[in-house]
């Protein structure tokens, strides 16, 4: 796989770090982490990362809210989200989707597939 | 441990009805096959030892029928007929391991242990609790050096809770595992033996109750204390055993070891946050939580659920989001949610309990996942060269200089159900040398050992020439891939991993037909293939189920209510990613009109119906290689 920067905006911390030794381990990708939206969006604007993973329910700014941020700023808008949530029905994920996230990978997730996961919905190469 | 054995041979039922009692099993005996069921559908048992020539209904018969049924329960087949074909046709109908008669007692016994281990993923052959051991061999109890003097009924009662650490047993549980269907203990009796077992671990030294009483569900175990470093470095995997030369860790290895490390790093949150909705559900009962503490409460039951859910503990994330939901519900002073708060949380506290079992797990995931070659030479230095590159990759071997040895070992790995190897190295000389021609045939004679197993194992023949009727030999015989020396050793291996990933093994196959039958048939005929198959009845979920599933090859119905497969298969073509998935249809029609349409929507294969499993699972992995 070509190299890729992954920005994880997530509270958890145990999530963080799967997240991080799922996609380093098997991508060798290298994933920045944010603890809440505002440091996000900050990151985002510093390292124009490939990707955004974003948790839907955190404390303070939301998922949502963060989307939208990003979504408004010239120098995010074009950087793809995926939404991590654990709320992922069929009429939610429609309504991510046209919120402007590419997909919704549903928690919990399977930390050995998770690049695979995000190359397919990016098409990648993998 | 419960026994169920089913014989007609009244002298030989003695016989192992009085061995098997006195290493503590409970036995029923059956000695027809029908009663056999009608024993084995009524009560629990943890293994069934069944004979194959048996009245109204013989032991195959019977043990397809406990298979067809959905029974688990390990079976043992034991019988005079010896063989391979005999044996195969044994395990082919569902038994776990087969013994020929006449046999030793004790070769039994160990068989009967070594399945049980299996059944609870207990690897190891000594069942531990802190400072306490139990030999199931010896029916020996230790606890810090010393021996532990139980009753039989006291010694099957602790060897229940150390084989099922994370279940709750009610009394009537308790009897139905460890007490023979002609026996009927009183509940009274059953509450003596636990109070006499509590009182004697207590006075061998115990700090506190090895069972804990679950109010209103009967009993459990104690959560092991923390696993001291000498116990982290144990190996809970038998991988090792078949391997001379265990691997360094590989990508996945790296990455099971790192889960378990974030595992264990927030252990102490986990506790904090269990201990923190212990004390919101005690404000909460004295109508003392305030708004801020209830928040807390509801946050700290967020996490846990979500990362426990992460790290496979379904049913304890399931708990932790009903006590979430819970405290989010809660309005006024209600003893009926203050409840069933508390039962919440004390089942979560005891599933979590399972500490040691998730790491036990994630090891398990790890050496499923690791490769095993199996190099069958007489060249000493061809081996010494392999092994190390092997194991620089994360790749075990295992090295048999003679025919005749692999033979065993294969026979011994498939009796004890243990790993087979992923690939076959094979070392053959051609030179016309007439010493070499005896051996050439015994190991040529090999390859089909290995390649006529379901799933086949591929075999990698490494010649000293390379001449087109040595090939045609090996072919001929099953070989595949054919290999001239001088070859180096990494290219050696890299062709293993490349055969290894041949294999049907785990590889995700989703059926898509409206013919419910064939979906509910498909998964036994294309069980022995070992495919991960996901079936779907509905085409209207197939965009949903396609990206849950992801799967490595799809199979299409062509006529379907509402979609069509050929509308899928077009649909998927679409997209860049499943632009080259694997595509397989499924039909009745045989003209030539539909099968251009199919061809053109995008499909790779048509296979008419109706389905002959070997078929279609040769298709499906012909497929599945020429995508690589």
């Not at chain 1, 939404?83 to 989707?97: G, I, N, P, R, S």
């Not at chain 2, 032991?59 to 005079?80: D, K, M, V, W």
């Not at chain 2, 998964?523 to 990206?547: A, M």
Request: with cysteine; charged share 25%; hydrophobic share 40%.
């Amino acid at each position: 796989m070509t190299h890729k920067n992954i920005l994880l905006i997530d509270d958890e911390e145990t999530i963080q770090e799967v997240v991080q030794v799922g996609i380093e381990i098997e991508a060798g990708w290298q994933v920045a982490i944010a603890s809440s939206g505002f440091k996000g969006i900050d990151l985002a604007q510093q390292q124009q990362p490939d990707v955004i993973l974003l948790d839907v329910m955190m404390p303070g700014m939301d998922g949502i809210e963060t989307l939208s941020q990003l979504k408004n700023n010239d120098q995010t808008s074009s950087i793809p989200v995926i939404f991590l949530t654990a709320k992922a029905q069929a009429d939610e994920k429609t309504q991510f989707q046209s919120l402007g996230v590419v997909d919704v990978i549903t928690k919990p997730f399977n930390s050995m597939t998770l690049a695979s996961q995000i190359a397919k919905i990016l098409g990648w190469e993998i | 441990m419960k026994i169920l054995l089913v014989d007609d041979d009244l002298v030989l039922v003695e016989l192992l009805t009085k061995t098997l009692a006195q290493q503590n099993y409970a036995i029923d005996v059956a000695t027809d096959g029908e009663q056999g069921w009608i024993y084995g559908s009524t009560y629990n048992y943890d293994l069934i030892i069944l004979d194959w020539f048996l009245p109204k209904l013989d032991g195959i018969q019977l043990c397809q029928r406990f298979r067809e049924h959905n029974y688990a329960t390990p079976i043992i087949l034991l019988t005079s007929r010896s063989g391979s074909q005999n044996k195969i046709r044994g395990l082919d109908a569902g038994a776990d391991d087969y013994i020929c008669k006449p046999f030793d007692v004790e070769e039994l016994t160990a068989r009967i242990r070594v399945l049980l281990r299996r059944l609870n993923c207990d690897f190891l052959p000594i069942l531990r609790w802190g400072d306490l051991e139990l030999n199931p061999c010896s029916s020996e109890i230790i606890y810090q050096g010393n021996s532990l003097s139980l009753t039989a009924k006291e010694y099957r009662l602790l060897e229940l809770f150390l084989r099922h650490r994370q279940e709750v047993f009610s009394v009537e549980d308790i009897i139905d595992r460890l007490w023979s269907s002609t026996e009927y203990p009183a509940v009274a009796t059953v509450r003596s033996h636990l109070r006499r077992l509590r009182q004697k671990l207590k006075q061998t030294g115990f700090p506190d109750d090895l069972i804990v009483t679950v109010r209103g569900q009967g009993y459990c175990l104690k959560a092991a204390p923390k696993v001291t470093e000498k116990e982290k470095s144990i190996d809970p995997i038998d991988l090792t055993a078949v391997s001379t030369s265990p691997p360094l860790p590989d990508k996945k290895t790296k990455h099971l070891q790192a889960l378990t490390c974030i595992w264990e790093k927030y252990e102490p949150k986990r506790e904090q946050q269990l201990a923190n909705l212990a004390q919101a559900i005690d404000l909460l009962s004295a109508d003392n939580l305030d708004l801020s503490d209830r928040l807390s409460a509801i946050i700290a039951a967020h996490s846990l659920a979500g990362n426990l859910g992460q790290f496979g503990l379904n049913l304890a994330s399931r708990l932790a989001k009903e006590i979430e939901q819970l405290l989010q519900n809660y309005l006024s002073h209600n003893p009926k949610q203050l409840l069933l708060l508390s039962n919440n949380l004390k089942a979560l506290e005891q599933e979590l309990a399972s500490k040691q079992n998730i790491i036990t797990q994630i090891a398990q995931e790890s050496a499923k996942n690791s490769l095993l070659i199996l190099i069958a030479s007489d060249d000493d230095n061809f081996a010494q060269d392999l092994i190390p590159e092997a194991n620089s990759q994360g790749i075990s071997t295992k090295v048999i200089s003679t025919p005749e040895s692999v033979k065993n070992w294969l026979e011994e790995q498939q009796l004890r159900g243990k790993k087979l190897p992923d690939a076959v190295l094979l070392k053959l000389s051609f030179a016309e040398n007439e010493s070499n021609s005896f051996s050439r045939q015994e190991y040529l004679a090999l390859i089909p050992e290995f390649t006529l197993l379901i799933p086949s194992i591929p075999v990698i023949v490494i010649a000293d020439r390379d001449r087109f009727e040595d090939r045609l030999l090996v072919a001929r015989h099953g070989g595949k891939f054919y290999l001239t020396q001088p070859i180096d050793a990494n290219q050696i291996i890299t062709v293993c991993q490349k055969a290894a990933r041949y294999s049907s093994l785990g590889k995700k196959v989703m059926i898509v037909d409206d013919d419910i039958e064939l979906l509910k048939m498909l998964p036994t005929l294309l069980k022995p293939w070992g495919f991960e198959l996901t079936t779907l009845d509905d085409p209207r979920q197939f965009w949903d189920v396609l990206q849950a599933v992801t799967p490595d090859l799809l199979v299409l119905d062509i006529e379907m209510p509402h979609l069509s497969g050929i509308e899928l298969c077009k649909v998927l073509r679409t997209h860049p990613y499943w632009y080259k998935l694997p595509v397989l249809f499924l039909s009745i029609h045989q003209d030539a009109a539909i099968s251009t349409e199919v061809f053109a929507s995008g499909a790779n294969d048509f296979v008419n119906k109706p389905v002959f499993p070997q078929q279609l699972a040769h298709r499906i992995l012909h497929r599945l290689n020429l995508k690589r």
